[in-house]
T-cell receptor, first 110, second 118 residues
Framework: GQQVMQIPQYQHVQEGEDFTTYCNSS?????IQWYKQRPGGHPVFLIQ?????EVKKQKRLTFQFGEAKKNSSLHITATQTTDVGTYFC??????????FGGGTRLMVKP | EAQVTQNPRYLITVTGKKLTVTCSQN?????MSWYRQDPGLGLRQIYY???????DKGDVPEGYKVSRKEKRNFPLILESPSPNQTSLYFC?????????????????FGPGTRLTVL
């Protein structure tokens, strides 16, 4: 079945440093979504990418969808303590099942 | 307020004692699903439902049952819980559930149910 891998699993950064998490799928995705889960909370939708090579920005967050629609990345510029949490990518293949990556847990030292 | 609710939020039970976790959404969403979250494994889909009376298996359906008799409710049933079902469970809903473009497949998650099976 479809597999979605995320790296790294954990990342410690100093406040102000940049952060990137990578997502790779074993199959071509029709679209990819990114979610953020704060400690003790539930996943919250951040963004969806649909087109091959698409790049979207939300303030300090930059999301990319690979040309082959099998990989994606989330980059945070100048991290803040409010960025702490676990970031998940999730993708649909041709069907109706959404597969999540294992998540990247971001910790920010003030 | 648009939301997904789950009950109970916390549950400690014993092996073999049937339990139901309820899930309800007030957004008139077609698609509902259940996930379990375990450390290092991310969110794994248990079952999903495209509409009333339509349910399908996700990645890890063994040991679980679901039903979708009404659009707003999607209960998760554990007929005979075992310790390996100890986990954090999330219910989610979206307008639609296919891989087509558009915000209609954005997942809205409930607050989670932490289940411990002794």
């Amino acid at each position: 079945g479809q597999q979605v891998m995320q790296i790294p699993q954990y990342q410690h950064v100093q406040e102000g440093e940049d952060f990137t998490t990578y997502c790779n799928s074993s199959t071509t995705l029709s679209n990819i979504q990114w979610y953020k889960q704060r400690p003790g909370g539930h996943p919250v939708f951040l963004i969806q990418l649909v087109k091959s090579g698409e790049v979207k920005k939300q303030k300090r967050l930059t999301f990319q969808f690979g040309e082959a629609k099998k990989n994606s990345s989330l980059h945070i510029t100048a991290t803040q303590t409010t960025d702490v949490g676990t970031y998940f990518c999730a993708g649909y293949n041709a069907g109706n099942m959404l597969t999540f990556g294992g998540g990247t847990r971001l910790m920010v030292k003030p | 307020e648009a939301q997904v609710t789950q009950n109970p939020r916390y549950l400690i039970t014993v092996t073999g004692k049937k339990l139901t976790v309820t899930c309800s959404q007030n957004m008139n969403h077609e698609y509902m699903s259940w996930y379990r979250q375990d450390p290092g494994l991310g969110l794994r889909q248990i079952y999903y439902s495209m509409n009333v009376e339509v349910t399908d298996k996700g990645d890890v359906p063994e040991g679980y049952k679901v039903s979708r008799k009404e659009k707003r409710n999607f209960p998760l049933i554990l007929e005979s819980p075992s310790p390996n079902q100890t986990s954090l469970y999330f219910c989610a809903s979206s307008l639609g559930g296919t891989g087509l473009a558009g915000a209609w497949n954005t997942q809205y998650f409930g607050p989670g149910t932490r289940l411990t099976v002794l």
